[in-house]
């Protein structure tokens, strides 16, 4: 599975962004989809993840309410729509799959078997 995020940049506090992630090599909708992060000095964490057989969806408690993650399987895409950022949202954000189409979603790194290279998200005036 081939992934390719985009949509990172610079936004100021209490903007918006929209994460995309495009998913090639195999099929979309068998793949649980996660979005994860990483801030200098830390550890990746989950942010967020869309279940490949119903379109359930899980976040993390920092993000909920804020963040809503959604899936185009005509467009192999997964999307991470970002609200009311905050300075401590500033990462680099990483999507990844699941090819193994578990009972449950994922939340935690070694679920994910295939990532993309990241994208910067900086939030800050």
């Known amino acids: 599975v081939h992934l390719v995020e985009s949509g990172g940049g610079l936004v100021q506090p209490e903007g918006s962004l929209r994460l995309s992630c495009a998913a090639s090599g195999r099929t979309f909708s068998t793949l649980t989809m996660g979005w994860f992060r990483q801030a200098p000095g830390k550890e990746r964490e989950f942010v967020a993840a869309i279940f490949w057989s119903g379109g359930d969806t899980h976040y993390a408690d920092s993000v909920l309410g804020r963040f809503t993650v959604s899936r185009d399987n005509a467009k192999n895409t997964v999307y991470l729509q970002m609200n009311s950022l905050k300075p401590e949202d500033t990462a680099v954000y990483y999507c990844?799959?699941?090819?193994?189409?578990?009972?449950?979603?994922?939340?935690?790194?070694?679920?994910?078997?295939?990532w993309g290279q990241g994208t910067q998200v900086t939030v800050s005036s």
């Open positions: 990844a799959a699941d090819t193994l189409r578990r009972l449950r979603v994922g939340t935690t790194w070694n679920k994910y078997d295939y």
